[in-house]
């Protein structure tokens, strides 16, 4: 059974950085997208950033140029480096992953969330 593990997420002042980190375990053939979203308290859950195995990212608008995707295919780890943080980036971050098992078969699954938090 796959999972994704979620780490790196915290309180932080605006203007800070943090990072956040995605790995996924179980027996995995190919993680074909992997991403973030996050949910702030009251709101729905909105696309971060994705990128694709082969490479091709995609952002919000609200964080181009502040937020970067990326990965270790090896570790089957993805990162989101935040700079220039805003209380408004406040919400918790849930790492997806759209992953096919060794015999093809494609499931979309979630990590469990971390909370960040931006103070003015």
């Known amino acids: 059974q796959v999972q994704l593990v979620e780490s790196g997420g915290g309180l932080v002042q605006a203007g800070g950085s943090l990072r956040l980190s995605c790995t996924a375990s179980?027996?995995?053939?190919?993680?074909?997208?992997m991403g973030w979203y996050r949910q702030a308290p009251g709101k729905q859950r909105e696309l971060v950033a994705t990128?694709?195995?082969?490479?091709?990212?995609n952002y919000a608008d609200s964080v181009k140029g502040r937020f970067t995707i990326s990965r270790d295919g090896a570790k089957n780890t993805w990162y989101l480096q935040m700079n220039s943080l805003k209380p408004e980036d406040t919400a918790v971050y849930y790492c997806?992953?759209?992953?096919?098992?060794?015999?093809?078969?494609?499931?979309?699954?979630w990590g469990q969330g971390t909370q960040v938090t931006v103070s003015s």
């Open positions: 997806n992953a759209y992953i096919r098992s060794i015999d093809y078969v494609g499931f979309q699954y």
């Open positions: 990128e694709t195995s082969g490479g091709v990212t």
């Open positions: 179980g027996v995995i053939g190919s993680i074909n997208v």
